[in-house]
T-cell receptor, first 111, second 116 residues
Framework: GEDVEQSLFLSVREGDSSVINCTYT??????LYWYKQEPGAGLQLLTY?????DMKQDQRLTVLLNKKDKHLSLRIADTQTGDSAIYFC???????????FGQGTELSVKP | DAGVIQSPRHEVTEMGQEVTLRCKPI?????LFWYRQTMMRGLELLIY????????DSGMPEDRFSAKMPNASFSTLKIQPSEPRDSAVYFC??????????????FGDGTRLSIL
């Protein structure tokens, strides 16, 4: 069945780049998403990429998609303490609104 | 605009009691999702509705869980009887028109449920 895998933890120093990785199994995925969850809050959409794109850049965020390997990554440049959160990768297609989420990667940014 | 509103924010109750979680989706959204988040299992989709009709309830863990959506602006998730292993954060999310990037799922702040 469909599955999305992420590493659970990542720790970086303030000002460094963070790279959060994700692998997925559903080759029919149309869209891939990154959501951010801050403590005590729900998930918020950060960015997304169409499956026919290789890269998308949005300010400090860069999303890379390797469709052949079914690998997605999120790079955060100049990581700040405010970026500390849990980041979820998710895949979806046009079939009914359902998204498949990964387990989430907890990013810890040390000053 | 008001986002997805969930109530209560926190619930502590004893095992065996009935628990009802409530959700008000964003006005005009036609999809509503219920998720459960735990440290062990991460974020799990329990059930989702389209136009108030349950579409996929395969994530509902057992018959003790039930969900309803009597109208477009209200949904409940009920656990009866509750057990300590049901302790988790329960999220409701809504979206317009399904899985499209310009129509993302909007999440509520969750209900933190503790069953003693």
């Amino acid at each position: 069945g469909e599955d999305v895998e992420q590493s659970l933890f990542l720790s970086v120093r303030e000002g460094d780049s963070s790279v959060i990785n994700c692998t997925y199994t559903d080759s029919s995925s149309t869209y891939l998403y990154w959501y951010k969850q801050e403590p005590g809050a729900g998930l918020q959409l950060l960015t997304y990429i169409f499956s026919n794109m290789d890269m998308k850049q949005d300010q400090r965020l860069t999303v890379l998609l390797n469709k052949k390997d079914k690998h997605l990554s999120l790079r955060i440049a100049d990581t700040q303490t405010g970026d500390s959160a849990i980041y979820f990768c998710a895949e979806g297609n046009n079939q009914g609104g359902k998204l498949i989420f990964g387990q989430g990667t907890e990013l810890s940014v040390k000053p | 605009d008001a986002g997805v509103i969930q109530s209560p924010r926190h619930e502590v109750t004893e095992m065996g009691q009935e628990v009802t979680l409530r959700c008000k989706p964003i006005s005009g959204h036609d999809y509503l999702f219920w998720y459960r988040q735990t440290m062990m299992r991460g974020l799990e989709l329990l059930i989702y509705f389209n136009n108030n009709v349950p579409i996929d309830d395969s994530g509902m863990p057992e018959d003790r869980f039930s969900a309803k959506m009597p109208n477009a602006s209200f949904s409940t998730l009920k656990i009866q009887p509750s057990e300590p292993r049901d302790s988790a954060v329960y999220f409701c999310a809504s979206s317009l028109g399904g899985a499209a990037p310009n129509q993302p799922q909007h999440f509520g702040d969750g209900t933190r449920l503790s069953i003693l």
